[in-house]
């Protein structure tokens, strides 16, 4: 039993791992998008968005198919509550990105403005504040872990 837990550990942090490589896409992929100002080429930004959003619900998939793997057959309970703290926190974290993204591009468009700029701060440590406590609720998710 431990076994089978540990090898649905290693594969949530496998997911975890693609979760950074397409948030790492989706960055580069708007950070081209904003180089396109002021005539923004949106078409390959929305592409890119709705590419993103069905890897992200893939990997959510995933992630629910192993939470319930470990409650139902293994009655991991500790290591459930969890997977569901760091599956809502990356449920905040792309609500913050998309946020984040929308706050720079109005930035961008409207100039040296400190008010739009104060809004890209206070949204990018609302960002911040989420990458956080995801990596908290790793770190516990690797301790408790430890124990199977």
Do not use: W
């Amino acid at each position: 039993m431990g076994s089978e837990c540990h090898q649905l550990i290693r594969k949530f942090y496998g997911l975890q791992e693609e979760r950074i490589k397409v948030y790492r896409r989706f960055e580069e992929g708007f950070e081209t998008y904003l180089n396109t100002s002021p005539n923004y080429d949106f078409a390959p930004y929305r592409q890119l968005v709705h590419d993103v959003t069905q890897e992200f619900q893939r990997i959510s998939g995933d992630v629910i198919a192993i939470r319930d793997r470990l409650r139902d057959d293994h009655n991991q309970v500790e290591l459930v509550k969890l997977l569901e703290k760091i599956q809502e926190e990356e449920k905040k974290k792309l609500q913050l990105t998309a946020e984040f993204q929308v706050a720079r591009q109005v930035e961008i468009d409207n100039g040296d403005v400190d008010h739009y700029k104060e809004e890209v701060t206070q949204v990018k440590k609302r960002l911040q504040q989420s990458v956080t406590r995801i990596c908290e609720h790793m770190d516990d998710l690797k301790f408790e872990s430890e124990d199977l």
